[in-house]
């Protein structure tokens, strides 16, 4: 939530009756004589969606093609991952090479400042929300698989070898079959007449069949797992390594070299044109020095790519590759009560309002 911290300030004089400052309520940073906040560093939360499949052998797997005539079964456990989607959201942290402080001087009129719990300035005389990062989505467990043998009849539950379990489960399963195409055919003696109740009797023979079957074919379970990571980028780059990603192990640290590198490829679009030095501008600069100092962020190219896809390639404006400038102080004197908001990920101004 928002911090507000509201300075009241009068000049002490003889025809005043008393002199008072509010501070409300005391932070770290903060002091009787003012506010201390920062401006941020675009930083970016990447969350990575991928999906994980496990393939097991079923029990009877050795006899799969000697009574089903099922070939090519799994015969050994298998763990295949792979990424169905990256996002990026941006949000600021505080830049702590850029801290600065609002102090209280008899002829501005008492700022109200927002501030983020972390202490950036969002506002200065106008209200500002705190914006937070939407939970990231769920991860989907894989569906629970049917027991087996709680469709296997006494016979085969009582046989006395796993060659004789698969022939018999085998021949369960045809006669599921069977019983499935009378009742299609109409030749079922308990044949219903009702078209819903024969639908009914149809899924759950099929049923039947399907997990009997898994003893032979296998099964496969698939599960969507998710994964957060942060950065905040310093410097532009070409290809650095973000983290890694295995087929077998699913998302791993960028220095576990298991995995095939995601990359991140961060690049400024705009010139921000040089300073021109100038006497008369160096004077004026010199009389601002004590205003609000705030971010001209920088539009910068966000790549995420691997070696063979690309995932994300967009255009965010960033605060760190930007320049710093300073709103003036005489824009929150008593005659100029200026409402601003600021962005909260880049520190530039969002509205300015008299």
Not at 26 to 44: I, M
Not at 193 to 215: F, I, N, P, R, T
Not at 303 to 322: C, D, V
Request: net charge neutral; glycine share 6%.
């Amino acid at each position: 939530m928002k911090r507000k911290l509201l300075f009241a300030f009068c000049a002490l004089s003889a025809t005043l009756l008393h002199a008072q400052t509010e501070v409300e309520p005391f932070v770290p940073g903060t002091t009787l004589e003012g506010v201390s906040y920062f401006l941020p560093r675009t930083a970016f939360r990447v969350t990575v969606v991928a999906e994980k499949t496990v393939t097991r052998p079923g029990d009877f797997f050795r006899y799969a093609e000697r009574y089903l005539r099922l070939k090519d079964v799994p015969q050994a456990e298998n763990v295949e991952w792979s990424i169905k989607s990256i996002t990026l959201e941006p949000y600021g942290v505080p830049d702590k090479e850029k801290a600065y402080s609002i102090k209280i001087k008899s002829k501005t009129v008492a700022p109200l400042v927002g501030l983020s719990k972390d202490g950036i300035l969002l506002s200065i005389n106008a209200d500002a929300e705190e914006e937070t990062l939407p939970a990231p989505p769920k991860g989907e467990a894989a569906a629970k698989l049917e027991n087996p043998r709680d469709y296997m009849t006494q016979e085969i539950l009582a046989a006395g070898s796993t060659a004789k379990m698969a022939e018999l489960c085998a021949q369960e399963i045809y006669d599921i079959r069977e019983s499935r195409n009378a009742l299609i055919r109409g030749e079922a003696d308990n044949t219903p007449k009702d078209g819903e109740q024969l639908k009914l009797m149809l899924e759950q023979l099929d049923k039947q069949a399907s997990v009997l079957e898994s003893l032979f074919r296998g099964t496969q379970q698939t599960s969507k797992e998710v994964f957060t990571l942060h950065f905040v980028p310093t410097k532009e780059t070409d290809r650095e390594v973000l983290f890694r990603f295995s087929s077998r192990l699913g998302l791993v640290d960028a220095d576990d070299l298991a995995g095939e590198p995601v990359y991140v490829s961060v690049k400024r679009t705009e010139s921000l044109p040089e300073a021109v030095p100038n006497e008369q501008t160096a004077k004026k600069k010199e009389k601002m020095e004590r205003g609000v100092y705030y971010n001209v962020p920088a539009r910068t190219k966000i790549t995420l790519f691997s070696a063979q896809k690309k995932f994300i390639e967009t255009e965010i404006p960033m605060g760190q590759f930007g320049s710093v400038e300073i709103l003036s102080n005489t824009l929150f004197d008593k005659k100029a009560t200026t409402r601003v908001t600021f962005f909260q990920s880049t520190g530039g101004t969002k509205d300015v309002m008299e």
